[in-house]
């Protein structure tokens, strides 16, 4: 068989169909995309004299499809241009045309005769070696392969992509009982590293692993909630962040989700199980009335939770199960939940609300006990190990934490020994382990208990751990903000570690240190982050006190220091490659922004957002963006320097921020000495590889540049432009402020068009302006805003 897919076809155009075709095209895979014909004409067709014969009636559904991923939010593409991967056509004209692809995907409605007849024209038409793979939620892969040529089994497994393909890392790959293992290591070696996915490898039972295991932990949410009388925004409060789950906790994930999806799994593991499992799995009648009602969540409108609007504004309701109404959310305080709160550590809010003694601790633990034990109970027939659990929770559903990861947290023997007490059944195996004198589930992030011992993780070599590296001594130098490691073969990596990663004093000297250490003994040097961000930008609270205390000399030698430090960067003798994911933002980007280069994963959402707390980048981000669009030019060819000027101040002004990291080139933060990494997990790997290529090259770092600016003509086109926004309703008064005082800093201040300046009167200019805007009693409570509130003020 190939070593990789060259093309792929997706059966079916529905919202899973689409999507995934949409994170295929977005990874450069080429898609046809197929759907049956429709059996009737649309009112527009008719009236354009169209018949079902015609093409474009024939292939409408999966032009609708199409057309909707343009306008789906959070955006299945990571920018509209992939859409030029994609192909469609009709299952009736078009089976023919899987014999060209290298993997056909499955993915009509979960109907297993549909599903069986599908697959029956897949066999007859697909060319040899070729994938088949169905992206069923529950259906048995086995039967599903029934009557199939044995080529076919040989080649068939499933895929279990979570909704949104794009952002849910995990796969559960599914193989059936004939799938040849060099097919297996195939299409997990696609899902790492062409498409970015965890894997995790599942058995073919019911629902399979995430959601077998999911939506058993929720269903018994709901029943704690009946029985002890808590309100659907009370759960939620309790069952997010505080144990380790997302902010949209229990039933703001159902309504995302949508009710009847989440029924229709339930339903799928209720049909094949038997006794208290199966009560279980059968939801109250509340929600079955809720889905007669059509309450089925977001995209009903109303679900769980309801908007409506007041005297006050819109207000979000919740609602009552007992009453079927809709009434204000509530939200409890206990002892624990206060304490919890408190705590950093997940391990610790989990030990402050599990062994408490107040109503929330009940709650807590009421819903997680049955959840640890059910896990235990099934892990052998669901999975290969309880590493493959833990992954598939924390890829697929968002928890900090898997069930044994969870277990181990909250202490085994302890919570054992209660659990004995309240006289649940413990699995035997969890119980050998213990009596073994094996105390966890876990020896270090990658050594796992399983069949009497501790065994290694198997894990993508791609996947480089800084706190592995630092768990093995790996470290040179640390502070509170970073911290500078070896990452071998003569590479030095720097990690930001401060609290949101943002970057205050300490991660700028550890900066400045490193670029020392690295131009005397190193090759080169990765600044990256393993945390949710890279960094979300410069400490804010520090620039609101001093301002608020009149204290300019100290923000002025604070900016001064980070203007030096990415200049720093900028002109390292040894290449300095960063390696940013999520938010990267203000400071993160200056960071970026002056590097050899950006290795940068799919979902890096990046902008230079200052405006938001009323200032511009003060740490080189004007003149760096400024002259990475500079690097678009011709050599050696006069240019019009105003479109260039134009961009990077709407940028700045606007404060965009990319929706991905191919965005993020669109916008001009990314160029053509930048990649994109699709695997998140890969970045620090391929940013360690591509600062040994620059070394092998003979690195050499850029010149000064020469800089030609748009002077007052161009400063006064851009303040136009901000006063037309202002005359629309788009800016306020501060905003046109801040805007005068960036296109006064990029046009290069009172100087003629043309004039060429250097890069320290550029900072100097902008300096000047930070200080400026700093001052402002508008832009001070725009920083406390954000402080307070964790989002802009429009004043």
């Known amino acids: 068989m190939k070593d990789s897919i060259q093309k792929a076809v997706v059966l079916g155009a529905g919202v899973m169909g689409a999507g995934i075709a949409a994170h295929l095209a977005n990874a450069g895979i080429p898609v046809l995309l197929l759907d049956k014909k429709p059996d009737f004409l649309t009112e527009e067709e008719k009236q354009q004299g169209k018949t079902l014969e015609d093409k474009t009636v024939r292939n409408r559904l999966a032009q609708t499809a199409l057309n909707d991923l343009k306008k789906q939010k959070p955006a299945p593409l990571t920018v509209e241009e992939n859409l030029y991967y994609i192909d469609i056509g009709c299952f009736e004209d078009d089976m023919f045309r899987i014999q060209e692809a290298d993997w056909i995907i499955e993915v009509v409605v979960e109907n297993i005769d549909i599903k069986k007849k599908i697959l029956a024209e897949v066999d007859t038409y697909r060319k040899e070696g070729a994938v088949v793979s169905s992206n069923t939620s529950g259906i048995s892969i086995n039967k599903m392969a ?11 497994l499933g895929t279990h992509f979570f909704n949104p393909p794009r952002y849910l890392k995990l796969l559960e790959i599914i193989p059936h009982k004939k799938t040849e293992k060099r097919v297996l290591a195939f299409m997990t070696n696609i899902a790492e590293n062409v498409l970015g996915k965890g894997v995790v490898e599942a058995k073919d039972t019911p629902n399979f692993i995430g959601n077998r295991i999911g939506t058993y932990g929720l269903l018994i949410t709901v029943q704690e909630m009946m029985k002890e009388g808590w309100s659907v925004g009370e759960i939620d409060s309790v069952t997010g962040p505080l144990i380790g789950r997302p902010k ?40 079955k009335e809720m889905e007669e009602k059509g309450w089925i969540g977001s995209k009903a409108g109303q679900g769980f939770y309801k908007k409506v609007k007041g005297e006050q504004g819109s207000e979000i309701l919740e609602l009552n ?54 896990s235990a109970e099934k892990c052998a027939s669901i999975a290969n190990d309880i590493a493959a659990v833990d992954d598939a929770m924390k890829w ?74 630092k768990d093995s001594g790996g470290v040179i130098k640390k502070n509170a903000g970073a911290s500078l490691m070896d990452l071998g ?3 030095a990596g720097l990690e930001f570690h401060s609290p949101n990663n943002s970057i205050g004093l300490d991660v700028m000297q550890m900066v400045d240190h490193a670029l020392e250490e690295v131009e005397a003994n190193y090759k080169g040097l990765v600044i990256a982050s393993q945390g949710k961000n890279f960094c979300v930008g410069a400490n804010l609270m520090m620039i609101l006190m001093e301002a608020q205390d009149d204290n300019f000399t100290e923000i002025d030698l604070v900016v001064r220091k980070f203007q030096r430090t990415t200049k720093n960067i900028r002109y390292s003798r040894r290449p300095v490659v960063t390696a940013p994911h ?13 590097s050899a280069s950006m290795q940068a994963a799919s979902e890096t959402y990046m902008g230079l957002v200052e405006s938001g707390v009323g200032l511009i980048p003060g740490g080189g981000g ?3 963006l400024y002259l990475r669009q500079m690097e678009k030019l011709p050599k050696n060819a006069a240019a019009d320097l105003m479109p260039i000027a134009n961009k990077v101040f709407e940028k700045i002004a606007l404060a965009s921020v990319s929706t991905s990291a191919d965005e993020a080139r669109e ?20 940013a360690k590889q591509h600062v040994l290529h620059l070394y092998e090259k003979g690195y050499a770092p850029p010149k000064a540049p020469v800089i030609p600016v748009v002077g007052e003509t161009g400063c006064a086109a851009m303040k136009l432009g901000a006063k037309t926004l202002q005359m629309g309703g788009r800016a306020s008064e501060h905003d046109v402020k801040i805007a005068e005082k960036l296109a006064f800093v990029l046009a290069g201040g009172r100087v003629p068009k043309g004039t060429v300046v250097n890069e320290d009167y550029l900072l100097d200019l902008e300096r000047e302006a930070f200080l400026s805007l700093a001052g402002e009693p508008k832009t001070q409570q725009r920083m406390q805003y954000m402080l307070q509130k964790g989002k802009a003020l429009r004043n």
């Not at 919890?340 to 003694?357: H, V």
């Not at 309240?422 to 796992?448: K, N, R």
């Not at 999520?582 to 002056?594: F, H, K, R, W």
Request: proline content about 6%.
């Open 146 to 156: 029934e009557g199939r040529s044995e080529a076919f089994q040989s080649h068939f």
């Open 248 to 287: 949209s906790a229990t039933f703001r994930t159902l309504d995302v989700v949508g009710l009847d999806t989440f029924l229709h799994v339930a339903g799928n593991v209720r049909d094949k199980v038997e006794g208290k499992e199966k009560a279980i799995f059968d939801p109250p009648a509340f929600m």
């Open 321 to 374: 199960p007992d009453t079927m109404e809709y009434q204000p959310a509530k939200k409890p305080k206990t002892p624990s939940i206060e304490e919890a709160k408190r705590a950093n550590q997940l391990s610790d809010k989990l030990k402050a609300l599990i062994y408490a003694e107040d109503e929330a601790g009940k709650l807590v633990w009421n819903m997680l006990k049955p959840m640890l034990l059910y």
């Open 396 to 469: 697929g559903f968002g928890w900090e934490a898997g069930p044994f990861e969870t277990w181990d947290a909250i202490g085994v023997e302890r919570s054992v020994e209660r659990m004995k007490a309240e006289g649940e059944i413990i699995p035997a195996w969890v119980l050998s382990m213990l009596d073994e004198g094996i105390p966890s589930f876990y020896q270090g992030p990658y050594s796992f208990y399983h069949q009497g011992q501790y065994i290694e993780k198997k894990r993508n070599q791609k996947e480089i751990s800084f706190q592995t590296i």
């Open 489 to 491: 073969d003569g590479v």
């Open 582 to 594: 999520q938010m990267t933002l203000g400071g993160g980007a200056e960071i970026c922004l002056p």
């Open 622 to 624: 004007n003149k760096e």
């Open 667 to 686: 916008f001009g933060y990314m160029s053509e000495r930048d990649d994109v990494i699709i695997n998140t997990d890969h970045r620090i790997y391929k």
